[in-house]
């Protein structure tokens, strides 16, 4: 029960916590970190979750209070980390976007979430917000040290840990995003990135560096509102001359440097034990905006493994930088790419403002890079298979025939950002007296997840009430406990599967009769 529930992140108990149980973190802020100290097994993984009022398990707990369904802020250096050989098969799960939040500081090691270890770990981090100090690019913070919102770090003789997924999270406020050493199997996806830099410092500022890793995932993830050096940096520093293998990155925004000599992906050469093999690599339908430089291979990469940069978008990034490659490296293909000078910015749905304003760095950046109806990189793409045939709004690639360049495809009418329509609402007018439940329905003009409250102008996320029958066009659920002349009225929100909810209410209101009251008028004869 809440009531006795461990009060600080230090306190729980990992000795009792088994496979397949599940953790809530209420609301608030917490001065110790999350160390992961227990492992669950396959099919059976430890659920660690911001406490929710819509979760039966946690409001349904003696204690609840309504305020526990609110942030969990987590103010401590490796504010989620993992001890040991602790942290296997694990979910840690803000639930809502932040819903987990670390502050981390400037201090010597300073990381907001810190896995290490070795061997398979099967964990996922999703919902989690990792912030260092730094709170704008335009009034960059003097860090002394060289601290990350993201290590993942294996032993020097073995690339794991391995198969970690790091999902809808925002990494933000700190010199690096995130440093990938000797690990293996990690998917960073659906995240957004910002405020990475070290402009008022001696610190060197990459976005992602890598270090003899493989198998790694980058996808469908929003870096912008940064200064970085670069942005995902394959070094062979510290390498050991063990070089990085098979990394996707495609579907992926980069946008707006304020660092002169910024490439957004450079592959280097820059350890005397290693000085090729780099690869594969596959840049596929990644969107670059006003850098200096796109993509920059500074070695030869992998013989034994064709890497290829292909259906990029560049826009506002000169020709010669675009694509970088050096003469005589034969073991990369760049083909169906887009480069675009800064009138391309004409392609995007919305470019916002576009130009400098005054310094240090103070833009209107553009705001929305869905692709404007009939620009060119509409169907100019080439079909690179299903594995990476998803964009960063779920939608298929080539689902009208042909694949676009560029992270959105393009959807006929724009992309969908309109909640469900309802209609169909019942019950309605007035109940027989005597009915003490009833079933609420209606329908919605495309596949939904519908939730009620008895009390208006409630946020979908903030509804305690799911339908029983959901997800598709037809909604139903009981309600019980009705009684003879009261009044009922029930608003509905629903939420389609690209999150548009609905914010308004969509009331389904009814009356239960009175009881019968039966009224006998005598008359005396005679």
Known sequence: SWTTAWRELDQIGWSVIRPGDTIYIAGGTYLSRLEIKSNGIAGNPITIKRARSSDPAASGATGWQAGYDSQVIINANDGIKNSGSGGRYVVVDGQVKDGIRVNFGDVPNGRGIYISGTGLFNSTFRNIGSYGPSRSVANPYPFVNDVRSLVVEGSASDRTPTNLVFEKNTYSGAP????????????????????????????????????????????????????????????????????????????????????????????????????????????????????????????????????????????????????????????????????????????????????????????????????????????????????????MDDNTRGADGTWDIGAYEYVSGGADTTPPTRSNGSPSGTLTAGTTSAALSLTTDESATCRYSTTANVAYSSMTNTFSTTGGTSHSTTVTGLQNGQTYNYYVRCIDGKNNANTNDYTISFSVASSVTYLLDVQKQG
């Open 176 to 391: 690096a995003m995130a440093y990938l050493i000797r690990t293996s199997g990690v998917t960073i996806q659906n995240s957004e990135i910002h405020t990475i830099e070290a402009l008022n410092t001696d610190v060197h500022a990459n976005l992602i560096y890598v270090i003899s890793s493989r198998d790694v995932v980058i996808r469908n993830n929003n870096f912008h509102d940064n200064a970085a050096g670069v942005g995902i940096f394959f070094t062979g520093f510290g390498s050991n001359g063990v070089q990085s293998s098979n990394f996707s990155i495609y579907g992926n925004i980069f946008r707006e440097t304020n660092m002169l000599y910024e490439r957004f992906i450079e592959v280097r050469a820059d350890d005397a034990t290693i000085t090729s093999g780099t690869g594969p690599l596959y840049i596929y339908n990644n969107v670059f905006v006003h850098g200096y430089g796109g993509v920059y291979i500074n070695s030869t990469l992998n013989p034994n493994a064709e890497s290829y940069i292909r259906n990029n978008l560049f826009v506002d990034i000169s020709p010669g930088n675009a694509i970088n490659v050096p003469s005589g490296n034969d073991y990369v293909t760049v083909s169906d790419n887009l480069v675009l000078d800064s009138s391309g910015y004409s392609v995007f749905v919305n470019p916002g403002s576009i130009g400098g304003k005054p310094t240090p760095y103070e833009w209107q950046w553009v705001r929305d890079l869905h692709l404007k109806a009939g620009s060119s990189p509409i169907n100019a793409g080439a079909n690179l298979g299903s594995k990476f045939n998803t964009d």
